[in-house]
């Protein structure tokens, strides 16, 4: 009885001493990599496998999209354009390895950075009134390296403070271009120039200005810049001019030079302003000429401004 327990104790401890050289043999082994419980015990994965959870290979998982994202091959060695409707706000890439900038107001370009390569991106595109999103995926090099973002790909976004967007000021100040010229609201004479505004039209929280000018003399005008400035109506020596610049929302034209006419719609934000002030209409030519000419503008005839409808 005493030899058979002897002999089974001797059995377990040469089965024990083998399986910890083995255990520690695992160990130096490349590519076997053990958690740091293995020290209490084998630990064993679902296959059956030692594994290491700090060093597990993850697949990579797709990119999170709305239903029904537009899908956009981006090549590894093309520049890729995004051409919005308005000024682009805000852009958002998902992926690390891909750049972008912002080369115009309502152009966006993208690329693959170098050396570095991707499955699977989402970008966003906020405008003033929309939100787009489009998926990003490798793609081959003959697709087509502009994007029109179309309205069937965006979504309505109220951002506080934004107003009309562009394309609408564009599209009211078209339509008020192509109305006649009415009786003007105001004229202004100098250096051979005759200043016009012509009409006032308010439109929520904007103000249209339909100006125009006629060159009586021989020279070419060369413009320089439009200032809008709200200055005192009567100056004197005792007193501190103040001067407020306002700058405009939209201009319709962006003509550098005239002739013999020229007309446009100048859109500003609506602007108050006290009875002992005016809105003084600046036109200078670039230098070194001197011919400036400005047209003056009452309160009340701000107050008369034409409602249109939004």
Request: proline letters at 6%; one cysteine or more; a neutral charge.
């Amino acid at each position: 009885m005493k030899r058979s327990l002897f002999i089974l104790l001797f059995v377990i401890s040469v089965l024990g001493s083998y399986a910890q050289d083995r255990f520690e043999h695992l160990k130096h082994i490349p590519g076997c990599f053990l958690p740091p419980e293995a020290d209490s015990g084998f630990w064993w994965s679902d296959r059956g496998a030692l594994r290491d959870p700090e060093n597990e290979y993850v697949a990579p998982q797709p990119a999170a999209q709305l239903p029904g994202m537009p899908i956009v091959y981006l090549p590894a060695n093309l520049t890729l354009h995004f051409l919005s409707p308005e000024p682009i706000q805000y852009v958002d890439i998902s992926s690390k390895n891909i750049e972008g900038d912002l080369a115009l107001k309502n152009l966006l370009r993208i690329r693959v950075k170098e050396n570095a390569s991707f499955s699977d991106a989402v970008i966003t595109i906020a405008g003033e009134t929309f939100i787009a999103q489009y998926r990003i995926l490798l793609g081959a090099s003959d697709v087509q390296p502009v994007v029109a973002i179309k309205s069937a790909d965006t979504r309505p976004l109220d951002i506080a403070g934004i107003g009309l967007s562009q394309p609408q000021l564009k599209a009211l100040s078209l339509n008020l271009f192509c109305r006649r010229p009415g009786k003007t609201v105001a004229n202004a004479k100098a250096f051979g120039l005759n200043a016009s505004l012509y009409h006032i039209y308010s439109a929520g929280d904007y103000l249209f200005l339909d100006i125009g000018y006629r060159n009586d003399t021989r020279l070419n005008y060369d413009i320089d810049e439009f200032r809008f400035k709200v200055d005192d109506k009567k100056i004197t020596k005792a007193t501190n001019v103040q001067s407020v610049e306002i700058k405009p929302e939209f201009v319709l034209f962006n003509e550098p030079i005239f002739q013999k006419t020229y007309r446009n719609i100048i859109v500003l934000r609506k602007t108050t302003f006290p009875g002992d002030k005016v809105l003084h209409i600046e036109l200078s030519e670039k230098q070194i000429s001197g011919r400036v000419i400005t047209l003056t503008i009452s309160y009340k005839d701000v107050l008369q401004a034409d409602t249109l409808p939004i």
